[in-house]
């Protein structure tokens, strides 16, 4: 039985997903050092290139090698650009599902980005790795992440109840943890279907990167 993802590229029209590489690392520690980052993830902060660095080299590869899903630079086609990440965790592969988490740059929001690369990371998942279920877990006041998880057609299942750390910033720049509910959305192989047909979402391909 497969327990391990393939060390692949996917591409849209607008976009490459791939592996991190060094080149990537001013850009990605700039990224998760901003407020939407901070606030809804549990991040470090300050996120030093230190900490780019090791997720990079150690953290991301990992995450394939050992089975527990795959991470993804998101960057744009034209400019290379990154634009965000997306993260398959908590893979299990007897049931083939796994949890998608996400992540898009300040100067690259309101472009449809998340939607597009988590869409087609989705269709890669069902349609070439024959997955089951893809779950996906926003924090209640994040209405953003709600967003793109309704444009890809995932439906909402439940709330976790207080089950989840954001943080807060106070006026003195200072950050408190909060905690907060989660709501629980789904994403099955049927419900793909007619999601963005005939839009720059709706197509993609992949190719293995080694």
Sequence with gaps: MTTTFPDVSISTERLVLRPFEEADVPAYTEMMNDETVTAWTPVPHPFT???AERWIHEIAPAQRTTGRGIVFAVTEFLTQR????VRLKNTDWR???TEAAYATAPWARGEGYATESLLAVAKWLFRDRKFERLELRTAADNTASQQVAQKIGAISEGVLRNAWLARI???D????DTRTDLIVWSLLPEDL???ADGSAESGYAYSDWS
């Design 82 to 85: 990154l634009v965000g990440t």
């Design 95 to 97: 049931l083939l599902t």
């Design 49 to 51: 290139r230190a900490d």
């Design 169 to 171: 910033r106070a006026a």
């Design 193 to 195: 279907d007619g999601v």
């Design 173 to 176: 720049g200072t950050w408190t």
